[in-house]
């Protein structure tokens, strides 16, 4: 039924325009950008903790310079290269826009998170889940298993169901490699001036990625990443037993906001409108899910910050 109503509704074209499910943080990013500019041990900056975890962010930041990650421009990057990577950008993410300060919240949504990335291609990384504190309506992933969603957007999340369909989204992205393929890419383009050997080390290796990786935030990924991230997100969250439809109906509710909030601003700027999403969605799924068991939607376990 949920599936008939959001095709109808496309086809009526009750969905506005405005850009959908890949959720800002343009206030976050501009941060950053300035972040980037200053001292990694400025003392005058609070330290933020990884989520479910008692270590502060800064110590991603500080191993990451201790053991340079390396991304190979023409072929695979160990995943323990990516995992860095990926700790350096949740790191100076984290310390512009820290977690919220509520544990049970951060443990609920990485006990979620974890559950569906069992599900996934790749279900050995060392997944890691939060809410950062921020107003704007967004989620973001970064290499080797770094997953975040704003208070702003889980906030307007109706169970966990939802959450479920969020996260997948985000997992999909990291399980398929995107946004290293992404900084492979912007990496290449930065070093064609030069002779390049096979991979970028050194402190200039890491300061490339580390500026490609705001970009990589403030651009966001190509319409292709976002929509093979929406077709597995569904699937991974119906494998974890939820409502598959949990995605779509974040959609659809992303498609009724204000196109002037500020909290989508970014957003409209580095995502497919939700009507493209759900019809590229209807179109992939087509009469597959018929026949799976109904998934649960668990409003009555979804934690609601206070």
């Known amino acids: 039924m949920k599936k008939q109503a959001l095709i109808l509704a496309i086809a009526l074209g009750v969905y506005s325009t405005a850009s959908s499910g890949g959720f800002d943080i343009g206030k976050v990013l501009e941060a950053m ?3 980037q500019q200053k001292p990694k041990s400025d003392p005058t900056q609070p330290a933020a903790t990884q989520p479910g975890t008692s270590q502060p962010a800064g110590n991603a930041a500080t191993t990451t310079q201790n053991q340079p990650p390396a991304i190979n421009l023409f072929g695979k990057t160990k995943t323990e290269d990516e995992i860095r ?3 350096q950008v949740a790191g100076d993410l984290l310390g512009a826009a820290p977690l919220v300060k509520d544990e049970t919240l951060q443990q609920y949504v990485n006990s979620v998170g974890r559950w569906i990335a069992l599900q996934s291609s790749r279900p050995d990384l060392p997944w890691k889940f939060g809410v950062i504190e921020s ?3 967004n989620a973001f992933a970064a290499p080797g298993g770094y997953v975040f969603l704003t208070k702003g957007l889980y906030k307007r999340l109706n169970n966990e169901a939802e959450l479920a369909g969020v996260l997948a989204h985000e997992i999909a992205h990291v399980s398929k490699k995107h946004h290293l393929d992404l900084l492979r890419k912007s990496a ?3 070093m064609l001036a030069q002779s390049v050997s096979k991979e970028v080390k050194g402190d200039a290796g890491v300061q490339n990625l580390i500026g ?3 970009e990589m935030l403030a651009r966001g990924l190509d319409k292709e990443a976002e929509f093979e991230a929406d077709r597995i997100g569904v699937v991974y969250a119906a494998k974890s037993g939820y409502d598959a439809w949990g995605l779509p109906t974040v959609l659809q509710e992303m498609a009724t906001l204000n196109a002037n909030d500020n909290r989508l601003a970014l957003l409209y ?3 497919p409108s939700a009507a493209d999403r759900l ?4 179109e992939a799924v087509g009469d597959r899910f018929d026949s799976l068991a109904a998934g649960k939607e668990f409003a009555d376990r979804f934690y609601r910050i206070r």
């Open 33 to 35: 950008g300035q972040a």
């Open 85 to 87: 990577i990926g700790k």
């Open 135 to 137: 107003e704007d309506i």
């Open 188 to 190: 290449l383009i930065g």
């Open 212 to 214: 490609n990786g705001a």
């Open 269 to 271: 700027k580095t995502h």
């Open 279 to 282: 019809a590229r969605l209807g």
